[in-house]
């Protein structure tokens, strides 16, 4: 099957500074890829959508300013924590679907904001 | 309100015993649904579709409108079956985009 990378998979920063993970897809193109966030033992939140060439959709109680997301290549697609604080601390999670329009998921990137 | 349901956060049951993992779903209109899973250390990965009827590592599901569920079963639970398992649901005209029940965790004891 298709393969979904993240970069990179763990990361811990400083309050205040800004962080960026890379989301790529491997072996296809993928136009939108999907990021979701998830707390320990518990569901995966769907922050934006990321659409190749535009401007990303974010869900509703997303911060688009803080969750800067670039979508600058059909393979690639990234999103910046900005100013992160402590409670943005999680595990982020990317996905794109195949041209059967399979999703197919990151391995994920657990960052930790001290 | 677009709102998946896993009413059990933890499923525990002993090897060879019958699994029941529930979900259910609340959408106006025509949804896809779907269970992933994710074993201990691995990334999600698609268990099976609700289109596909298909019977993937044993697992079924069948899609009940009239109760808006899509519960997961197994004859005859494996210790490899222990992992979280995740309920879907994605709409027709939402290019892709999942949203996902609460999770639950399966542990099949030897």
């Known amino acids: 099957g298709a393969v979904v990378s993240q970069h990179p998979s763990r990361v811990i920063c400083k309050s205040g500074t800004s962080v960026k993970i890379e989301c790529r897809s491997l072996?296809?193109?993928?136009?939108?890829m999907f990021w979701y966030r998830q707390f320990p033992k518990q569901s995966l939140m769907l922050m934006a959508t990321?659409?190749?060439?535009?401007?990303?959709?974010?869900e509703q109680g997303v911060e688009k300013d803080k969750f800067l997301i670039n979508h600058a290549s059909l393979t690639l697609s990234t999103l910046t924590v900005t100013s992160a604080h402590p409670e943005d601390s999680s595990f982020y999670i990317c996905?794109?679907?195949?041209?059967?329009?399979?999703?197919?998921f990151g391995p994920g990137t657990r960052l930790t904001v001290l | 309100a677009q709102r998946v349901t896993q009413p059990e956060k933890l499923l525990s049951v002993f090897k060879g015993a019958p699994v029941e993992l529930k979900c259910n779903y609340s959408?106006?209109?025509?949804?896809?649904l779907f269970w992933y899973v994710q074993y201990s250390r691995q990334r999600l990965q698609l268990l099976l579709r609700?289109?596909s009827r298909e019977s993937i590592k044993g697992f079924t599901a069948d899609l009940n409108k009239g109760e808006t569920s899509f519960h997961l079963k197994k004859p005859f639970a494996q210790e490899e079956d222990s992992a979280m398992y995740y309920c879907?649901?994605?709409?027709?005209?939402?290019?892709?985009?999942?949203?996902f029940g609460q999770g639950t965790e399966l542990s099949v004891k030897p």
């Open positions: 996905s794109a679907p195949d041209q059967g329009h399979e999703q197919f």
């Open positions: 072996d296809f193109q993928a136009t939108t």
């Open positions: 990321s659409n190749e060439g535009s401007k990303a959709t974010y």
């Open positions: 959408y106006s209109g025509s949804p896809e």
């Open positions: 609700h289109i």
């Open positions: 879907a649901l994605s709409g027709g005209n939402q290019g892709g985009k999942l949203i």
